[in-house]
Nanobody
């Protein structure tokens, strides 16, 4: 069984930074991409960012583009998300996902990760204004 475990969430002041981590454990598996989604109270889950190991590409939602960076190590199925200039609207539970689906392009990865094989349990990020 594969488990994804997120960490790094917490309470941060607006304008601050946070680095989220996601590490896989358990059965060995090969992911083609890993990424992050978030869900704020009363809202639907939304895509945040993804990294494709195969394409060596990174994708960002407009809401975090320019102030976030995704990076990781595909040999360890580990992914990180650095978010700077945090805003109150970044408050949400952040979930990590991994997929072994072969994809190309932003839309494909968003869809593939949304139906990902593996999900973490989430880490809460709260931004105070």
């Amino acid at each position: 069984q594969v488990q994804l475990v997120e960490s790094g969430g917490g309470l941060v002041q607006a304008g601050g930074s946070l680095r989220l981590s996601c590490a896989a454990s358990g059965r060995t598996f090969s992911s083609y991409a890993m990424g992050w989604f978030r869900q704020a109270p009363g809202k639907e889950r939304e895509f945040v960012s993804a990294i494709s190991w195969i394409e060596n590409n990174k994708y960002y939602a407009d809401s975090v583009k320019g102030r976030s960076t995704i990076f990781g190590d595909n040999t360890k199925n580990t992914v990180y998300l650095q978010i700077n200039s945090l805003k109150s609207e970044d408050t949400a539970v952040y979930y990590c996902a991994a997929t072994s689906a072969f994809c190309s392009g932003y839309g494909c990865y968003v869809a593939a990760l949304d139906k990902a094989d593996y999900w973490g349990q989430g880490t809460q990020v709260t931004v105070s204004s």
